[in-house]
Every structure is written in structure tokens, then in C-alpha cells.
């Protein structure tokens, strides 16, 4: 197959789960397809990333997308009902150079990656195309509106809601497939469950990178959570943790460490670390030493949607983790066995010091996680499914024509 890629973010990886799943995605399918690649950067493209991505691209086509034509973007579209997401990447030059490169490398099959590539792809008749809308969006910006206690952003995330109501059902109509992450993200895009295009199909991630060395020995006091930190949805869990939960841990463990690790972090973040047991990195080249170093991870996320990287992550690593019902949403690790989920700070709490408290536990648990996610959370896996699909929808596409 000929194969195009459109993203609203070049897939240079940069600690960014968007970035990452994208250049896995090409990597894969370059395997056996002609790919092209056609992506919006908000800066210049190095020479290096582009050379990165080179091997398994047939064609890149990169427009740059600078931050203040995007807010421009975003305030024309205030007076629509739009999502301003989708305005933010509102790009003739964009939407133009994708026509030309399905015409000029005569793509069989298209794969648009975030809701926020749709617009570029929706109004393409000539040619089957897929759309991941990963995670669901009104899921994702319910939650912030819930959630956040700065007014502003309340205003703003309640906006961004009521627009998305309805939206991402009509723009998924107008696709050969949707792609969603799990049941769930259905529940709250199609709620009545008129799209008869849904094909579920997350990512995963390289689970056999992350199995640690055969050697590792663990710090038995220290707590971990990693992701980009200026994600404003990783921000918030980090603040929740140390606000909420950190101090029913310190109460009976009083020398237990928590480490945040993750690119960008806020202030607001920057600023736990004035307390000496609370160790902020920002980036980091290598997340993995980190993940086998700590004695328990933690993903306590309560605004975000879809599938957690640094969930898989940490299950990869063999780190017995503690996460959130809403982070283990994506992936539906089985509770008690691979993972266990918590509902409440005191119970965060409760779970994160039994496996402190008891190694043979934790291990067990962090076996039981690794074994999970490499049987059902390998890159492989799930695209393995999804070039099926493609395939499927190009020789639909051939017999419909013939």
C-alpha cells in the first residue's frame, strides 16, 4: 500500500506520547508500505529529525506552524461553534499540501492522527481514510472543567466542552473508520451508538526496551510519576499526590521519597521540591534507569482521557504501579493481578505503602504488570490489527470502483 500520515504535530520525539506513537506508527508500516508523512511544526525541523524519519518515509512534507498563527487561528474561531483546537491548526497551506501529496504519490490509504487532523482529510472522497481521535476529546476537556480551580482556565476548558458536544460524532461520520482507544471514549463520543464505523485500536509502546536489567536492584523508598509535566494533566496529578495523598504516606513512612520525572515542569511543581524528599528532574534523555529505580510507581491522573504511556511504561519496567481508575481507563489492566487501582487519596494511600511495606507483594505485583503488558501492549499488537483494517478498506475501496 501506499501510505499517508497526517498529524498536526511532526513526530520528532521529544518525550511526548503524540510524537512518539506517530513515529512508531511510520516506523511500522514502512516495513511493508510505501509511507509519506505530512506534518504541521510549530518551529524549524533540524536536519537530524528529518534524517530521523528518513528511512521509512517514501516523502516528509513539514509546514511550519508557528504558535502565533495558531492563537490568531484560535481567536478568529471564537464566534463558531468549533472546537478552537481544531481552529488553532486551521492551515489552508496545510489542508493543500496533503491534497497535492495524495495526489502526486497516489496514496491508496489515509491515517489521520488526532481529531484535530481531521479537518485535512474530511472533505477527501477520493480515497479511504481512517481518523484517531485519541483520546476522546470531550472526555479529556470534561474532566479539566471539573477539576481545575483556576477560573480562567475553567472558562476555558467549559468552552472548549460545550463545543465538542456532538463534534467529534460528526466528523468521525465522515470517515471510512474511526479509531478509538477503548470503550469508553465511545461511551462519551457516541453515546447512542450511531456510528457504525468504530474500530478500537490504541498503541502501545516498546515493551521489551523497558524490561529492566536481570540485576536491578530497587530503592524500597522511593515513589515515582513521570510525564511531560507541562501537560497541564500531569501537572494536576503531581500537585494532587503531594497534596492529598503524600502526607498519609509521610505519616507512617516518614523517609519515603517521591521523584517526579518529566520534561517542562511548572513552577508549581518546581516548587515541591523544596522539601528534600521530593526530587523534580524535568527532561530526562532516559526514562528507564528512573522506572527501575524506584520501589513503586504511581499514576493518580484525574483530568485526563484515553490510554496513559507512563502507565505501560511502568508495567514494562516491572514497577509495581498504583494508578487512578481513570488512567487504568485505556488499557483495562486487570486490578489486584497486574495493577491495583485506587478510588480515593486514603486508599492511594493504603495500596502505595502495603507494597512498600512488602517487597515480595510488590514484585509479584510487578511481575504480574510486565507480563500484562507485553502480552497485549506491544506497538506490534495493536498495529498488527490496524494494517488488517487498512488493508481491508483499500480492497473495499477497489471492488466498490471495479
Not at 513503586?296 to 508495567?315: C, S, T
Not at 489486584?336 to 493504603?350: D, P, T, Y
Not at 514484585?363 to 503488558?373: D, I, K, M, S, Y
Request: net charge positive; glycine share 6%.
Amino acid at each position: 500500500m501506499r501510505l499517508l500520515f497526517v498529524t498536526y504535530r511532526f513526530p520528532v520525539y521529544s518525550g511526548d506520547a503524540p510524537s512518539n506513537t506517530v513515529f512508531n506508527l511510520v516506523k511500522y508500516f514502512s516495513r511493508k508500505n510505501e509511507v509519506s508523512l505530512v506534518g504541521l511544526a510549530p518551529g524549524p525541523v533540524s536536519r537530524e529529525d528529518k534524517e530521523r524519519l528518513a528511512p521509512y518515509c517514501r516523502r516528509i512534507e513539514c509546514v511550519a506552524w508557528p504558535k502565533w498563527r495558531g492563537a490568531l487561528c484560535a481567536a478568529r474561531g471564537l464566534p463558531s461553534s468549533e472546537p478552537l483546537q481544531v481552529w488553532y491548526y486551521r492551515s489552508a497551506e496545510f489542508a493543500a499540501k496533503v491534497r497535492q501529496v495524495i495526489a502526486e504519490e497516489r496514496i491508496d490509504v489515509a491515517y489521520g492522527y488526532h481529531l484535530r487532523s481531521a479537518q485535512f482529510l474530511a472533505a477527501v472522497d477520493t480515497l479511504p481514510r481512517v481518523l484517531a481521535i485519541q483520546p476522546a476529546q470531550i472526555l479529556h476537556f470534561g474532566r479539566r472543567y471539573q477539576l481545575t480551580h483556576n477560573p480562567i482556565l475553567r472558562l476555558v476548558y467549559g468552552m472548549e466542552y460545550r463545543r465538542l458536544q456532538g463534534y467529534e460524532a460528526e466528523v468521525a461520520a465522515q470517515f471510512d473508520s474511526c479509531l478509538l482507544i477503548s470503550p469508553k471514549d465511545r461511551e462519551a463520543i457516541d453515546p447512542n451508538r450511531r456510528l457504525g464505523n468504530v474500530f478500537f485500536n490504541p498503541h502501545g509502546t516498546d515493551v521489551r526496551s523497558f524490561a529492566p536489567p536481570p540485576d536491578n536492584v530497587r530503592d524500597r523508598d522511593t515513589i515515582i510519576f513521570s510525564g511531560s509535566m507541562f501537560m497541564d494533566t500531569n501537572a494536576d496529578a503531581a500537585l494532587y499526590f503531594h497534596r492529598e495523598i503524600l502526607p498519609l504516606i509521610w505519616a507512617q513512612r516518614p523517609q519515603t521519597r517521591f521523584m517526579i520525572v518529566g520534561k517542562n515542569p511548572p513552577r508549581s511543581v518546581l516548587k515541591l521540591a523544596s522539601d528534600a524528599r521530593v526530587t523534580v528532574t524535568g527532561f530526562v534523555p532516559d526514562l528507564r534507569p528512573y522506572l527501575w529505580k524506584a520501589a513503586v510507581g504511581i499514576d493518580p491522573v484525574r483530568m485526563a482521557a484515553g490510554m496513559q504511556n507512563k502507565l505501560i511504561e511502568g508495567l514494562a519496567a516491572g514497577l509495581p504501579m498504583v494508578a487512578g481508575p481513570e488512567a487504568n481507563e485505556g488499557i483495562h489492566a486487570p486490578a489486584g493481578k497486574a495493577l491495583l487501582v485506587a478510588r480515593s487519596a486514603q486508599e492511594f494511600a493504603k495500596d502505595v505503602l502495603l507494597l512498600l511495606d512488602d517487597p515480595a507483594r510488590a514484585g509479584e505485583l510487578g511481575a504480574q504488570g510486565q507480563a500484562f503488558v507485553q502480552a497485549h501492549w506491544s506497538w506490534e499488537h495493536h498495529f498488527e490489527q490496524l494494517d488488517e483494517l487498512l488493508q481491508r478498506l483499500v480492497a473495499d475501496r477497489i471492488a466498490a470502483m471495479a
